[in-house]
DNA sequence: CTTTACCTTTACGTAAACGTCAAGTACGCG
DNA sequence: CGCGTACTTGACGTTTACGTAAAGGTAAAG
């Protein structure tokens, strides 16, 4: 049930690209375009890149805020807001600024998912109720499974 | 507080495109390029454009449909959707079938709006913790505004 | 009748987010 | 040592979602 192999010490073996991008269903371009961006940084043995789980979980992220249609430039200052040093009390202040922004974004658009969700449920009794009433007038049986 | 003007009559005079550009805050080429696409079909006196409240629903689904990060041609297939005759039986299963999928891709960013929220709140805990600590260590007041 | 303010189409430009080769490199294996 | 497989770096192509400029139509105002 282990997603990631690791050794006897538990130390977790790092991944490959391919690994990484198949474990998320990307291709290694995608990856490795978000590697330009400057969104992710993979440890370099020699060339090769190597991928821990803090680099897994920050691709978690990016696919997350991507699905929520946020572009990667904001994902990726997001994101680094998290592993940001926040040591002096104006850095903090500023985070927390950037915090309430992204908040009052993710608000409205739980607002928009809720909304939409509700209208989609309308909608669907309304064609429940049709295809009952087509049901109806096509058969003569009435009631039935 | 009639966000369209009517005549004596009650029926609402229709929009330009400015009018409506500039009410959903978006410009007249995003409000024409979505026509591009087939998304709405504004009425023509002429050569001009005369947006109803259809278009304007449409125009607010649309934009919605954005935030959430959808397609604009995926957009167009779900209002497409709800504005379909829906007359015959397979015609009714096929738009509910539809109709699950939407929903469950919304269900997704459901869960994906809640959970950032929740991680962006744990977040926002440690920051106030910091800071907290901070302002002890900078200032001798200990408690205060 | 000209000006002015909107509106129109056409068309090329662009930024984001990758896709798709091309050509070379590094590694395990027989 | 050669072979294949996986990885690497460019670099150009593509799609989406518009921006932007060019060139002109239209309708009320002066």
Redesign the pocket.
């Known amino acids: 049930m282990t997603s990631a192999p690791s050794d006897a010490a538990g130390r977790e073996s790092p991944w490959?690209?391919?690994?990484v991008a198949d474990s998320f269903g990307?291709?290694?371009?995608?990856v490795?375009?978000?590697e330009d961006?400057g969104l992710i940084a993979?440890e370099?043995?020699?060339?090769?890149?190597l991928y821990h789980r803090r680099d897994r979980t920050r691709l978690g992220l990016i696919l997350r805020g991507?699905r929520l249609g946020?572009?990667?430039?904001e994902?990726r200052t997001i994101i680094d807001l998290f592993d940001a040093p926040r040591g002096r009390r104006t850095q903090l202040e500023y985070v927390l600024g950037q915090v309430e922004q992204r908040r009052h974004d993710l608000e409205q658009r739980l607002r928009d998912v809720q909304d939409t969700i509700e209208e989609l449920g309308e909608f669907e009794q309304r064609c429940r109720a049709d295809l009952a009433r087509a049901a109806l007038s096509s058969t003569s049986t009435g009631v039935n499974a």
């Open positions: 490959s690209i391919a690994q990307v291709t290694h371009r995608t490795r375009h978000y961006l993979p370099r043995r020699g060339t090769q890149r991507k946020f572009p990667l430039e994902i």
